[in-house]
């Protein structure tokens, strides 16, 4: 095989969650211009169906699904008219999350328990249901998107702390227990990018320069720094890549 070609996402089908906006989105296009087709995702149709449009103007294909990954009925469904009507989900990114910002001791129950089921469960629902066609078919590529908060906290989002804290060691424990099945799973921990989440965060001015403070690059991410690593991953060039979190953070943990 050439060099190049160990890089080759090429007619791989691709699921990614939550990919009508934000880095989901821009994933999303990083694959179909590689030449994947790529299944779109997110819980609101008429947005999943404007993304497919867009994205269906370059060399790939893209395809719309609209589910709620934390809804284990409506996943089964999808997956399954997913690999009848699309084809063999060949590489999963569990990119759908949200935030629920409050001070620990004021966060009502119900905000904890969406961010958790959302950011935690809904990648353990979309990833059992599609290893189990992995598995079948002894080969796969799965990564999640987890975060800076996977490492280092912040005030008033425990619930997300929590939650992508734990997806480091889910990820571990996909690699631990599928790895036999010839699935490698990574993650993928960026550091503060610009997108819809974190616009307010942007807008507040004082976040604003602390993040350029703190990171030795001095800015935040541009969503596009992050498909590089995800085509990676995703490729043969990663094979024996297993259950790691690579950080794309502007340098921020490496810095005092
Ligand atoms: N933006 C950042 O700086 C940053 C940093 C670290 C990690 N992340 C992570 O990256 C991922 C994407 O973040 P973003 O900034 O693009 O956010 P975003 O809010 O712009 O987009 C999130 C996407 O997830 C979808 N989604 C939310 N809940 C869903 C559900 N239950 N089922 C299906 N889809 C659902 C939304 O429809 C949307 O398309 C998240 O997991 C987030 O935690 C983002």
């Not at 409050?102 to 979309?126: C, H, K, R, T, Y």
């Not at 480091?168 to 631990?176: G, P, Q």
């Amino acid at each position: 095989m050439e060099t190049a070609d160990i890089f080759s996402v090429s007619d791989k089908n691709v699921l990614i969650t939550g990919s009508s906006r934000g880095l989901g989105y821009n994933f999303a296009r990083g694959f179909v211009q590689a030449g994947a087709d790529v299944i779109i995702n997110g819980r609101d149709e008429q947005r999943v169906r404007k993304a497919v449009q867009k994205l269906n103007k370059f060399q790939g294909a893209a395809f719309g699904y609209p589910f709620d990954v934390a809804q284990k009925e409506q996943v089964e469904q999808n997956i399954s008219l997913i690999e009848k009507e699309v084809g063999r989900i060949e590489v999963l990114i569990n990119n759908a999350g949200i935030q629920r910002r409050a001070p620990l001791e004021e966060m009502p129950l119900a905000d904890w328990q969406e961010v958790i089921d959302v950011n935690l469960s809904g990648v353990f629902i979309v990833s059992q249901c599609v290893a189990r066609n992995m598995i079948e078919n002894d080969s796969g590529k799965i990564i999640n998107i987890t975060s800076l908060n996977a490492e280092g906290a912040r005030p008033t989002i425990g619930n997300y702390c929590a939650a992508k804290g734990g997806l480091k060691m889910l990820t571990r424990s996909m690699a631990a227990e599928w790895s036999k099945y010839n699935i490698q799973t990574n993650a993928i921990a960026p550091g503060y990018f610009a997108t819809d989440m974190t616009e307010e965060l942007r807008e507040d001015e004082e976040f604003d320069s602390w993040v350029k403070q703190e990171v030795p690059l001095q800015r935040w991410g541009d969503p596009e720094e992050l498909i590089g690593a995800a085509l990676f991953l995703a490729s043969k060039a990663a094979s024996y890549i297993n259950g790691e979190t690579i950080f794309i953070d502007g340098g921020w943990r490496a810095s005092l």
